[in-house]
Structure formats: structure tokens, C-alpha cells
């Protein structure tokens, strides 16, 4: 296989407009200007225009994924940032930029073409100011309805002391129960930790033991990653904190995931030796989260400690042993650098490559155990077949990605679809079943653990024959990057749980303007009343544990 580098996607884009240039013609009416955006030129359009020109470019532009909602604050205005692609071609990218003014910070909502806009404009509205008309239910989502204030803007006192009260939570259809002389139950799932996933409250309306109403509540552990990464200078300072945002084991997806970000900005190409390190670490990092993942379903559904979970930690153990010996961490890897990684293969390289091939050669028996023990267990198929179900056109409105996704069928992964590493180069296929239920997403998550350790081996031969003098581990990288002013870019990978993006705005300095991070578990936990209602609390509790959320990553 020829190492000669490819063009990048971001290249790619930019000479392919055309696409871009059609699509604004269908909405050339409400246009007020062309904005600038990196790898997705796209419009400005007026406020009371948002559902007009999304649901055209949706419809007869085929821009059918919204994948991100980003909200920030200038000195002369508010603006929403929508970002869409389409499910069937990721390469076709636009920027809806929706900007409003300072003392009246109001625009149209998207929410009727994009339910996943429900909670990424709630998120906007707490975190920035920003109100969204026609909104079907406008309030906060990761701080308190009694909060002050509003984190992300330009005069928020972070001194200010908040009071939060306790308020009891009330049924809400409960006045509809009673009219229809019923009767209704609230039950408060959490907040708790639940295993490994992070605190989440679930409030739970049920009609016997049917949930009639289903309600995430999120912001029991909101981080601030966002803000401490604004605050961190792009080469040296950002890189530790993604490996925190998803502790499952998928670090060093994270890590790509704002690498690749910076790296297109910054226009820094990463040497092919690189990249085939960073495709084998981080294809091991997606082993990491799919065993636990696979682990702690098992846990949750059919109470099986002594044999699946302990074997899927077994297993885990010896994935963070090749990792250990790679990065010198077991869960915070810290490995990546913009330009490459930060250091070379293990000495004596032999005994690494053995290692991993090791590995590889017991996950394939590893697996077939995996299949014995769940998919063919006659009580995890009554738990999870036919239950969860979320239809395709449904998961797409939500933005679901990932496993998630390809569990309801959709043919979407980044590495194949958006191309970057050396994805590309290497034999490998996107799994999918079209099951669209909870059994679906644990068969899709135990298929992709064998096409990983497919796509690790291939690297390995690489770097075993890779010549001693072409070993370049990094790109030659300024000491300090520091982007043009008012440069703006969102890049994603593909995580552990889906779409993993990250919207960047540079001010000139040497730290980002707006960190914007999209993460995957936001928009596949949006989903889970649709998969939820109607059907029993028991299968509620299957559908939370087939969407392997991981709350560091929802409340950023």
C-alpha cells in the first residue's frame, strides 16, 4: 500500500462549491449576506426566516442531519450557528449563521424541522440568552429555572451567589389523567450514578406500569469544558481535557475530535506514519467503550455480573494494558498532539506488535463467547427485541449517530463518510442492522469491536514495514497558533457514541473565542421518549442502557 499522502477533506470542500451555491439560491429571498466559514460557507439569514430556510435546504437540498446548534455573544449581537450536512453525502456542509440583536437576542426556533433543535436551542437559551420563538417548551436544561444570569454571555458575574430551591417535581399529565378518570404515577429514575454513565434523572410518568410521559433531566454535573477550554492556549493547553469528556475508554477518539479541528485551522498536515498510529490507538480506544458499553448492558438487563460483565472487564484490562504501554495512561491518555502523537511505538517495537496482535486474536474469541452469552440468551432477546424501537426517519430528526444510527439502520460513520486518518486506506466495513430496537444497538456494538480489531491488525503490518527513516511522528508546528481573527470551524470524528464535533472561533490570540463541543450522547439521550413511551418501565430502563450515554459528555 502506497504511503503517499491524500488530499484533505477540508480541500476537498472548499474547491467543491457548488453544492453550497445551489442550495442558496433556493433560499436567496431571506439571504442577507454569504458568511465565511472554513469548511462550511455558508448565509446569514433574518430570524423570523430560520424555519423557512431550513425546511428548504431539508427538503430540496437533501440537508437532512442537523448536527449542531452553536450560540455565542459579540459586543454588536447575538448568533446562532446551525450546522447541517446530509446522512447520505457528510462532505456537503453548510452554516446557517442566524445573528439578532443585542438588546432584543430573539429568532424563530427550529425545533418544527429538527426535533433535535429542542435541546440544543435550550441549551442555547441557558447557557448564551438567546430566546427562541415558538419553542414548544423554552426553559433552561443544564442549570436550574431559578438560575441568574446566563453563563456564556460577555457580562455574566461569575461571583454572583445563586439560590436554588427545592421544588417537588409534579406530575405533568396529570391534569389530563384526571379528566380521562385516570390514574398516573411520577416516578423519579435518579438522580443517581448509575455504573459508569454519570448522574442523570429520568422523571417517569407511568399508567400502571406503561410510561405515558418520559422526561431527561440533565445538569447534574455540568463541567465547564467548554469554558476551560476557551481559556486554554490551542498547542499546549486544550489537548488534556477532551480525554475527560467521555471516560468510558474512548479518550483518544476526544482527542481527535479537537486535533483535527485545530489542525484544519491552524493548516497543519500530519505526517501518514502518524496517522496510522493515531488510527490504531483510537480504533483500540473504540474497543474500550464498546466492551464496557457491552458490559454494563448486561449488567443492567439480565443481571449478568459473574460471567459477561466480568469478562467484558477482562477484556477491557488487556486493551488498557497495549494502551498503557503506548501513552504511558490506562484511562487519560493525553497521546495525541496537534501534528501527530507525542511519541513513537514502544521499544523493543517487536514485543509491542506481538502484544496487539495478541489482543486481536482474543477478541476474536472473546466474541463468539459475547454472542453466546447475550445475543443468543433467550431472556435478552425477550428484554431487548422489538423494544427501544426507533424508526429511521425518527432517529434521523433527532440527530442520533453512531451506533445508535446504524442500529436503526442508517449507513452514517464519519471514518468512511467524512474521511481523515487513514480510514480510508484500510479494509474495513460501517456495520448497520435494520432491527431499529435495543437488540439492534448491542449487535452493532459487538460487530464494530471485531471490524476495530480488523482495521488494528492492518495497522500493525503497516507499521511493522514502515521504513525506520519515514517514521515521523509529528508535523513541524508553530509554537504558538494563532489563528486570524474571526476564523470559524466545525470539524467532527467519529466517536465512540456518534458524531463527536467541535465548532472553533478564533478572536487572533492564542486562545479560541467560542469551544463549542457537540457531543454525541446529547442528541441520542434527546431520543429516549420516543423510544420509551408506551411501552413498560422495564423497557425504558433497556433503551437508557442501549444508548451507552455517558453524561461527562451531555453536560459539557
Known amino acids: 500500500m502506497s504511503h503517499a499522502s491524500t488530499s484533505s477533506s477540508l480541500d476537498r470542500r472548499t474547491a467543491d462549491s457548488t453544492p453550497l451555491d445551489d442550495a442558496a439560491s433556493l433560499v436567496d429571498d431571506h439571504v ?7 469548511n462550511a460557507p455558508g448565509f446569514e439569514i433574518r430570524p423570523d426566516a430560520v424555519q423557512d430556510v431550513l425546511s428548504t435546504l431539508k427538503q430540496e437540498a437533501g440537508f437532512d442531519h442537523l448536527s449542531c446548534v452553536t450560540a455565542q455573544e459579540y459586543e454588536d449581537r447575538y448568533e446562532s450557528i446551525y450546522h447541517l450536512t446530509s446522512y447520505d453525502d457528510r462532505t456537503r456542509e453548510a452554516s446557517v449563521v442566524v445573528p439578532t440583536a443585542k438588546d432584543a437576542p430573539k429568532s424563530q426556533t427550529a425545533e ?20 427562541y420563538e415558538g419553542h414548544p417548551d423554552l426553559r433552561r436544561i443544564l442549570l436550574p429555572e431559578t438560575w441568574q444570569g446566563h453563563p456564556l454571555g460577555l457580562d455574566y458575574d461569575q461571583n454572583r451567589p445563586q439560590i436554588v430551591p427545592y421544588t417537588e417535581n409534579r406530575n405533568p399529565i396529570e391534569a389530563d389523567a384526571e379528566a380521562d378518570d385516570g390514574e398516573t404515577m411520577l416516578i423519579n ?8 454513565h454519570g448522574v442523570l434523572h429520568v422523571e417517569a410518568t407511568l399508567s400502571g406500569e406503561q410510561v405515558v410521559d418520559l422526561e431527561p433531566d440533565l445538569g447534574y454535573i455540568h463541567r465547564c469544558e467548554e469554558q476551560l477550554c476557551q481559556q486554554g492556549t490551542y498547542r499546549y493547553q486544550i489537548m488534556p481535557y477532551p480525554d475527560r469528556w467521555d471516560w468510558s475508554g474512548a479518550g483518544l477518539l476526544n482527542e481527535w475530535a479537537y486535533a483535527r479541528v485545530a489542525e484544519d485551522m491552524a493548516d497543519i498536515e500530519v505526517p501518514d506514519y502518524a496517522q496510522v498510529v493515531r488510527t490504531m490507538s483510537a480504533e483500540l480506544s473504540r474497543v474500550l467503550s464498546h466492551l464496557l458499553a457491552v458490559g454494563t448492558y448486561a449488567l443492567d438487563i439480565v443481571g449478568e455480573f459473574t460471567a459477561t460483565f466480568m469478562y467484558a472487564i477482562r477484556d477491557r484490562e488487556k486493551v488498557q494494558s497495549v494502551l498503557e504501554d503506548l501513552t504511558g495512561q490506562r484511562l487519560m491518555f493525553n497521546y495525541f498532539r496537534l501534528g501527530g502523537v507525542v511519541w513513537d511505538l514502544p521499544e523493543p517495537r517487536e514485543d509491542f506488535f506481538e502484544e496487539v496482535r495478541d489482543l486481536t486474536d482474543h477478541l476474536a474469541t472473546a466474541l463468539s463467547e459475547y454472542h453466546d452469552l447475550l445475543t443468543a440468551n433467550e431472556l435478552m432477546q425477550l428484554r431487548t427485541l422489538d423494544t427501544g424501537v426507533l424508526p429511521p426517519k425518527v432517529a434521523k430528526s433527532y440527530g442520533a449517530t453512531g451506533p445508535v444510527a446504524r442500529g436503526s439502520g442508517i449507513d452514517y460513520d464519519l471514518r468512511r463518510d467524512d474521511p481523515y486518518g487513514y480510514y480510508a486506506d484500510l479494509d474495513w466495513d460501517v456495520v448497520t442492522e435494520d432491527g431499529c430496537d435495543n437488540f439492534s444497538r448491542l449487535l452493532v456494538r459487538l460487530r464494530e469491536i471485531e471490524e476495530s480489531a480488523k482495521i488494528i491488525e492492518q495497522c500493525v503490518d503497516l507499521l511493522e514495514d514502515w521504513p525506520e527513516s519515514e517514521r515521523e511522528i ?9 489563528p486570524d481573527d474571526d476564523t470559524e470551524l466545525y470539524r467532527a470524528v467519529e466517536g465512540a457514541k456518534g458524531e463527536l464535533g467541535i465548532y472553533l472561533r478564533a478572536d487572533g490570540t492564542d486562545t479560541p473565542a467560542r469551544f463549542k463541543i457537540r457531543g454525541p450522547s ?3 439521550l434527546q431520543a429516549l421518549p420516543e423510544m420509551a413511551e408506551g411501552e413498560y418501565v422495564a423497557d425504558m430502563i433497556a433503551s437508557l442502557g442501549s444508548l451507552d450515554t455517558i453524561m461527562g459528555e451531555v453536560d459539557r
Request: hydrophobic share 35%; proline share 9%; glycine share 4%.
Open 522 to 524: 446529547f442528541s441520542n
Open 32 to 38: 442577507i449576506r454569504r458568511d465565511d466559514h472554513l
Open 189 to 196: 429514575v435518579g438522580p443517581h450514578h448509575p455504573a459508569t
Open 112 to 131: 418544527p424541522v429538527f426535533r433535535t433543535a429542542d435541546w440544543h436551542e435550550r441549551e442555547a437559551y441557558d447557557l448564551v440568552g438567546i430566546e
Open 474 to 482: 509529528q508535523a513541524n508546528v508553530p509554537r504558538t497558533i494563532r
